[in-house]
C-alpha cells in the first residue's frame, strides 16, 4: 500500500507537489475501495460461515433420526413381514381359511293388515377345524334407499369346525310406521326391498373379518277386501225355516291376487243374526278385480218380528256382514277380515225375476 504523508520539517510543512497530491488521492481512492471491499468480503464470510454450520449440523441430525426412523420402521416391517409369513405358514399347514357366507333364502311366516314378519336365513361355511364366533350381525331394510327398519344381533353363536350353520334373522315391519313415514306409500301396493346383512366373525390366525351381504325382494302392503250382499233370493220359504242362497260382491283392491280358501262369516237382517258358517271354496280374486259368490243359508223368518213384513213386502233391508277370508298370496298365506255395516240388501222370492234382474245387471 502506498502511503502519502505531509512532510513536517520544522515550522513548516512541506507539501507534495499538483502531480504528488493527484497520485496521493488516487491511492487514498483505491485504498478506500480496497478496504470497503474487504470489509465486505469478510462481513459476507463471516455472516454464511454460521448458517452453513449451523444447517450442516441440522442436516446431519436429520440425517440421523432419518436413518434411525428407517432402521426402526425397517425393523418393525420385518417383524411384521415375518409373522405375517408365519401365519399364512401356519394357515396353510393347518388349513385355515375365510368362512363363506350367504343369504340362502327369505321368509315371510306372518303377514296381516298391521304388520310382517319377515325371516333372513344366513347360511355360514366354516372350513377351518376350529370354531368360529360370531361376534355381531348389522342388518338393514330399505326400500329405494329409504330405510325401513334396521338393528343388531350381538354373540349371534358359534359355526363348528369344518361345518354350516344358518342363522336365522327375524324382522318385523309396522305398515302403520312406514305409511305415517312415507306418505306416497299405498295400502294393497307392492313395494321393494333390499336386505344389507353385515356378518362380523372372529376367525383364529386371520382376525375380524366383516362379510358384506345383500338380498332384494318384494313385499305387500295389504288392504282388506270389500264385502257387498247385493241380494238374498229364496230358495223355499217358510215361517218356521227358509233357504236362502247369499249374493256377495268381493272387490279385491290389491295389486296381487288372492286365492280364496276360507270364508268364514256371520250376518244380520234388520239387527237379526241369521246365522254364521264356514264356507271352504276354492276362488280367485283377480287383482283389482270384483268377484261374485253365492252362499246358501238357512234361517227362521219368524224370528225377525216386524221386519218380515218389510222384507216379504221387498222393500230395502238393513244388514250387517262380519267375518274374514283365508287366502294365499305371491308373499305366503294371509286371513284378511270383510266386514260390511248399515248395508241395505234387497230379498226375492223368485227365482225368474233373478235371472233376469242378473242379466240386466250384466
Not at 166 to 192: N, Q
Not at 228 to 237: G, M, P, Q, R, T
Not at 336 to 361: A, V, Y
Request: glycine share 8%; hydrophobic share 35%; charged share 30%.
Amino acid at each position: 500500500m502506498i502511503a502519502l504523508t505531509r512532510v513536517r520539517h520544522k515550522s513548516r510543512s512541506i507539501w507534495p507537489s499538483s502531480s504528488s497530491l493527484s497520485l496521493r488521492l488516487a491511492c487514498e481512492n483505491y485504498e478506500w475501495i480496497y478496504h470497503r471491499s474487504f470489509v465486505s468480503f469478510y462481513c459476507s464470510m463471516a455472516s454464511s460461515d454460521n448458517p452453513e454450520v449451523v444447517e450442516r449440523g441440522l442436516k446431519e441430525k436429520e440425517h440421523k433420526e432419518e436413518d434411525k426412523g428407517e432402521e426402526k420402521g425397517g425393523f418393525i416391517e420385518k417383524v411384521k413381514d415375518f409373522i405375517h409369513d408365519i401365519g399364512e405358514k401356519i394357515e396353510g399347514a393347518i388349513g385355515f381359511g375365510k368362512p363363506t357366507a350367504d343369504v340362502s333364502g327369505i321368509h315371510i311366516p306372518h303377514i296381516s293388515l298391521e304388520k310382517v314378519d319377515i325371516v333372513v336365513d344366513i347360511l355360514i361355511t366354516n372350513p377351518n377345524p376350529l370354531p368360529i364366533p360370531l361376534c355381531d350381525i348389522n342388518y338393514l331394510i330399505e326400500s329405494d334407499g329409504r330405510k325401513l327398519v334396521s338393528g343388531l344381533i350381538p354373540d349371534a353363536g358359534t359355526v363348528h369346525a369344518h361345518g354350516s350353520e344358518t342363522v336365522k334373522i327375524p324382522v318385523t315391519l309396522i305398515y302403520d310406521d312406514i305409511k305415517s313415514t312415507y306418505h306416497d306409500v299405498k295400502p294393497g301396493s307392492i313395494i321393494p326391498y333390499k336386505v344389507k346383512v353385515e356378518l362380523i366373525v372372529d376367525v383364529p390366525i386371520i382376525g375380524r373379518l366383516t362379510l358384506p351381504l345383500e338380498k332384494t325382494g318384494e313385499i305387500p302392503i295389504p288392504y282388506k277386501p270389500d264385502v257387498d250382499l247385493e241380494k238374498i233370493h229364496f230358495d223355499k220359504f217358510s215361517f218356521e225355516e227358509t233357504v236362502a242362497t247369499l249374493h256377495l260382491k268381493l272387490e279385491n283392491k290389491n295389486d296381487f291376487d288372492l286365492g280364496l280358501n276360507v270364508l268364514e262369516y256371520e250376518i244380520w237382517l234388520a239387527d237379526v243374526s241369521i246365522g254364521a258358517a264356514e264356507l271352504k271354496e276354492s276362488t280367485k280374486l283377480e287383482k283389482q278385480g270384483i268377484t261374485k259368490m253365492k252362499i246358501p243359508i238357512t234361517f227362521r223368518p219368524k224370528d225377525f218380528g216386524s221386519a218380515l213384513w218389510d222384507m216379504i213386502r221387498g222393500r230395502g233391508t238393513g244388514y250387517t256382514m262380519k267375518g274374514h277370508i283365508d287366502v294365499d298370496t305371491p308373499f305366503g298365506p294371509m286371513k284378511l277380515p270383510i266386514s260390511k255395516e248399515g248395508g241395505t240388501t234387497r230379498l226375492k222370492k223368485n227365482r225368474d225375476d233373478d235371472d233376469d234382474d242378473d242379466d240386466d245387471e250384466d
